[in-house]
């Protein structure tokens, strides 16, 4: 007997499993052997099932189970769901992709896949299994259960309203002095709409939530029962980083987290842990409630969460494209964004929950390889930038030698990478208004481009220049795929002041050098450095110049700036205790665009910033719509590779168009 048989693709068939019937008492033997019937079913008939969505695991722990009376071999963390789906006596019929596809079968996979989202879509629920009980997960589970109900009162907390924080703050800091004897109460003055006055009822549901979260010993990271350490390890299971879990979750009606015996609805699982880390990105203070309190969980660990992110998305009523879920400039907090056995699967496992995926011309197919997957959804997002720049936000200049790889075209993101560690060395043009190509455009695609399976992406555009002299890459403390910190920021600095020739003492003249650094103003410092004199100009020159800056030497406008400016003193903070860490502070600022990149020099005079695999020869070029300039290499036989985006003095804005240089098509491998 066979355990598959074919499917009907034109009757859109596929398999559903439940338990098969056995004695009461086996329910509840974890040790009984899972059996299972197998039936097939028409999507059209609208079947009533729920799916389960799971990590499969390591393909070394298996385990044995019967189908159909038939043994098949499953990875253990399935066994586990399965036996806890059987403990609660569920038997509804259940979609489960390792054991309902035929996984040797090429062409139902790639079918299959493509119906993935119609599938969870019409599930009547999924759960979520993390696994497991463990590191005290039962404790969270019930920590969420308890604090959920409440929570959900507080409404969606992502990215909140500067004034709705700041009164929360204002009523937390009230309520806190009442407590401690202080007659004042929080009186809200905010003069609003009606409907903006909705957020004064929000303000003490929020504040007094944040404040009863405070007096929980368990979320202080001291505590001898603290769940922090239960929190970090719930939320860095491999689960949340399975790419497959994006739209199997945000697809779902209901939605149920089963962790060991334990449950609750992601609405519940959502909405507490929103409100946790709405308080330790927007309202925690140090000096209020100790370093302890929620320390040291991650400000990205839960907002990074891709099947979350998309799941909120979605339930706001946006649609999601599919660069949405596969850009990702945050690093990695300790867990990766998102993760697949199959690199293939990166994209293939989102299709059903992106709302671009007919204009893409994106299919599930396993006959082509990792190279063709995602050179073929790197080039239809790049055509779709030519046709509208200001819709979407991928294009060409995303890539780097740092965020793609040797087997894969020099034009291709490496999603491999990005899941991993998020994009590593952001574009010179990322937040910044540059307009070196002064909005010419790419010439119109002729022909179906989604259908271009080439590794190889014509742009037109035009020479500027040939690199001549490279100054040696800083070196860097390197962590988590990214470079971290410069590993001597003072060798650095005077590196960069021999290279470009620098004066000794600070002068307006090497204002330009610092303001490349600081990508024309995407960091803060840079709009003051316009070769005159300044008093902000003057105080980052020093700092530069690594000059000792003493407190009584600053004006009243240094003073604010160092308060307000990119590391934002508080006003409480001694500043003669905080100045010397503020002068290195903004160096190490300074610095962050040098990730991954160092300066170089060209024939014709130019001094440039790019990535650190840049060296002489190398061209600069513009490419029509791409911001930024771009360098390239000339290979040995034919065509170009593409070394990514770089800043060039004076042709930033345009400049170098107004010579009308002539065109030509640039071939990239």
Not at 201 to 227: E, M, P, Q
Not at 421 to 431: E, K, M
Not at 496 to 514: C, G, K, L, R
Request: aromatic residues 10%; hydrophobic residues 40%.
């Amino acid at each position: 007997m066979v355990i598959y048989h074919p499917l009907s693709r034109e009757n859109r068939e596929f398999r559903l499993a439940r338990f098969c019937q056995v004695q009461d008492d086996s329910y509840d033997d974890d040790c009984a052997k899972i059996s299972l019937e197998l039936e097939q079913l028409s999507m059209d008939d609208k079947p009533l099932y729920i799916a389960l969505s799971y990590v499969w695991g390591s393909p070394d722990k298996t385990v044995d189970i019967e189908v159909n009376g038939e043994p098949l071999s499953i990875g253990s963390n399935l066994h586990a769901a399965l036996v806890q789906l059987r403990r609660d006596r569920d038997h509804s019929w259940m979609w489960v992709d390792s054991i309902c596809m035929e996984q040797t079968n090429t062409v139902e996979k790639s079918w299959h896949v493509n119906e993935m989202g119609n599938i969870f879509r019409g599930a009547e629920k999924v759960y979520m299994w993390l696994g497991p009980a463990e590191d005290s997960s039962d404790e969270v589970m019930d920590f969420i259960s308890r604090l959920g109900p409440r929570a959900l009162q507080l409404g969606d907390l992502y990215w909140p309203k500067r004034d709705l924080v700041a009164r929360i703050k204002d009523y937390i800091i009230d309520r806190s002095a009442a407590s401690e004897g202080n007659e004042h109460a929080y009186q809200d003055t905010f003069n609003g709409s009606d409907s903006e006055m909705v957020d004064g009822d929000r303000v003490s549901l929020i504040g007094d939530f944040h404040l009863d979260l405070t007096r929980d010993r368990a979320l202080y990271s001291r505590h001898d029962n603290s769940l922090i350490p239960a929190i970090e390890c719930l939320l860095r299971r491999d689960y949340w980083h399975r790419v497959w879990i994006v739209q199997e979750v945000s697809l779902a009606k209901v939605a149920v987290v089963l962790c060991g015996r334990k449950a609750v609805t992601l609405d519940l699982f959502n909405a507490v842990f929103s409100a946790i880390w709405f308080t330790i990105q927007w309202v925690a203070d140090e000096r209020m409630h100790g370093q302890y309190f929620l320390h040291p969980l991650h400000a990205n660990l839960y907002d990074t969460i891709k099947c979350i992110d998309v799941w909120r998305e979605r339930r706001r009523g946006r649609s999601v494209l599919l660069e949405d879920v596969l850009l990702e400039y945050s690093g990695s907090p300790q867990r990766p964004h998102y993760t697949a056995s199959d690199p293939r699967d990166i994209v293939f496992g989102i299709l059903g929950v992106v709302s671009d995926l007919k204009n893409l011309g994106v299919r599930a197919d396993y006959s082509k390889s990792t190279a063709e997957v995602f050179a073929s959804v790197v080039r239809a997002m790049i055509y779709r930038h030519d046709e509208d720049p200001n819709a979407f936000q991928y294009y060409l200049g995303i890539c780097n030698p740092t965020n793609t790889s040797p087997d894969l075209p020099s034009w291709a993101l490496d999603f491999r990478k990005v899941g991993q560690y998020g994009i590593a060395s952001w574009p010179i043009s990322y937040c910044a208004a540059f307009r070196a190509s002064k909005g010419v455009s790419q010439p119109r695609q002729t022909g179906d481009h989604r259908l271009d399976d080439s590794l190889v992406l014509r742009r037109r555009g035009s020479q500027v220049g040939v690199v001549t002299e490279v100054m040696t890459p800083p070196q860097w403390h390197h962590r988590d795929g990214h470079d971290r910190c410069l590993e001597d920021e003072e060798g650095w600095l005077k590196s960069v002041i021999d290279f470009t020739n620098i004066a000794a003492d600070p002068s307006p003249n090497e204002d330009y050098v610092w303001r490349m650094l600081l990508l024309d103003g995407r960091l803060d410092g840079a709009k003051y450095l316009q070769g005159d004199d300044n008093e902000i100009a003057q105080l980052i020159r020093r700092i530069v110049h690594m000059q000792k800056i003493r407190v009584d030497e600053l004006s009243p406008t240094q003073v604010d700036w160092i308060r307000r400016g990119p590391l934002a003193y508080e006003p409480y903070d001694d500043l003669s205790e905080v100045i010397d860490s503020f002068s290195v502070g903004y160096i190490s600022y300074l610095s962050v665009t040098s990730r991954h990149r160092t300066l170089f020099k060209t024939a014709d005079g130019r001094l440039g910033l790019a990535d650190k695999a840049i060296r002489a020869g190398d061209l600069v070029t513009l490419i029509w719509g791409v911001n930024a300039p771009v360098i390239l290499r000339e290979r040995e036989n034919d065509g170009f590779i593409f070394l990514g985006e770089a800043y060039v003095t004076d042709i930033m804005y345009g400049e170098y168009l107004m010579t009308r240089p002539p065109e030509r098509d640039f071939d990239l491998y």
